[in-house]
């Protein structure tokens, strides 16, 4: 049977919550749509409040958070960078960029995360960051990485692109380290298509932050009348987002905790209803609750590499849009060039051949998970074996 009269389920869809026209509208009224602008100022008044941080400034995407991290790392050619293999290009290339050498170390096969025992044996006397990634909007085990750093001299930065809103042991996921990042691309819970934040919560990093973010130049300390005239101070980028992204996000953090609430029901429906194939081995799915999550991805981990790729073909006869995820960094054609492994990485290896991602947006109806739900029942059904 198929399910098309229904219409497509599609992996993600953005979503219009609240006030986004109106805010543009007005940010173009207001005369200035460059960066810098009050609704780019009202969006990190907001996550500072949300968060309990000392500086967010927002960005045009998280990969210029996590650029401007690299550089407030002070990291060059010869220095180290630990992360996971398990992530986004982009939280290699902003090191690459500034000369550095990612490490990549295995994960957790309970988490996704890194490994936080594998951490200190892949320091060496050129390590410098360790870049926990908080995959799926589940918490990296914070305490044992902050410790390892601490007594290493690492400069911590949380990669929490996808952990907006989720937290660990009661504190909000990139406040622990001394910079994390946020990224609010269409595909995340709250969006601006595309825009992040850095958030900086290290104080001797936030004049330093400003300069860089502002292409080298004082010109925030100009604004505030702290100077009579700005000038170029350091390196630097264009790293602002205009005021039409910012004024878009403003409206999405207005709406942000009934975003969370909702995909975290969604969540825990898929994990509900996906228990009964998940007890009888055909699946594994998270542990995680949407109590310890923000409702960002819903996973499934299959027998092999071979089921999920049949499992996807069913579910696109059923017009359902279910996608894989990473390439292992340490195996792309890059990571080789620029990186290395510490230690096997098997773990890594067999996650990213097995694991699915389930359609999951702040619209998708109770009806539309059901649906999901059972053409992924038909396929482990007696035919099917």
């Given at each position: 049977m198929n399910h098309s009269s229904q219409g497509r389920i599609p992996f993600g869809r953005p979503a219009i919550?609240?006030?986004e026209m109106e805010y543009i509208a007005q940010a173009i009224r207001n005369g200035t749509i460059a960066g810098g602008g009050p609704f780019m100022r009202r969006c990190e008044e907001w996550l500072e409040n949300a968060l309990a941080a000392r500086r967010v400034l927002m960005t045009h995407s998280c990969t210029a958070a996590l650029?401007?991290?690299a550089m407030l790392a002070d990291v060059g050619p010869g220095d180290e960078v630990i992360m996971p293999s398990f992530t986004f290009s982009a939280t290699a290339t902003a090191f690459v960029l500034r000369g550095a050498t990612p490490v990549f170390v295995d994960i957790d096969p309970a988490t996704l995360n890194i490994d936080p025992a594998l951490i200190e044996p892949a320091?060496?006397?050129r390590s410098k960051v360790v870049v926990p990634v908080h995959y799926a909007g589940l918490g990296c085990d914070m305490d044992p990485i902050l410790d390892t750093a601490r007594r290493k001299s690492l400069i911590v930065v949380e990669d929490a692109a996808q952990a907006h809103l989720s937290s660990y042991r009661g504190k909000p996921l990139g406040t622990l380290g001394d910079l994390g990042c946020l990224s609010?691309?269409?595909t995340k819970n709250v969006i601006s298509g595309e825009g992040g934040a850095l958030i900086i919560n290290n104080e001797a990093l936030i004049e330093r932050a400003e300069i860089i973010r502002e292409k080298g130049t004082d010109r925030s300390?100009?604004?505030?009348?702290?100077?009579?005239?700005?000038t170029w101070q350091d390196i630097g980028s264009s790293y602002c987002p205009g005021e039409i992204v910012s004024a878009f996000l403003m409206a999405q953090l207005e709406c942000a905790d009934g975003i969370c609430k909702r995909r975290r029901e969604i969540y825990d429906m898929y994990r509900d209803l996906?228990?009964?194939l998940s007890m009888s081995g055909d699946i594994e799915i998270p542990s995680a609750t949407g109590t310890d999550v923000n409702g960002h991805i819903f996973w499934i981990l299959l027998e092999s590499e071979t089921v999920r790729s049949d499992l996807i073909q069913h579910l696109n006869r059923n017009d359902i849009n279910a996608?894989?995820?990473y390439v292992p960094l340490h195996s792309a054609p890059?990571?080789?060039k620029y990186g290395r492994a510490s230690g096997a990485l098997s773990v890594t290896d067999d996650i990213s051949s097995r694991l699915l991602r389930l359609p999951l947006y702040y619209k998708l109806s109770d009806r539309e998970v059901h649906r999901v739900i059972d053409v992924i029942a038909r396929f482990f059904g007696p035919k099917n074996r």
């Open positions: 919550v609240g006030n650029e401007m991290a320091i060496t006397e609010f691309h269409e300390r100009f604004f505030r009348g702290q100077v009579d005239k700005y996906l228990a009964p996608v894989f995820h890059a990571g080789r």
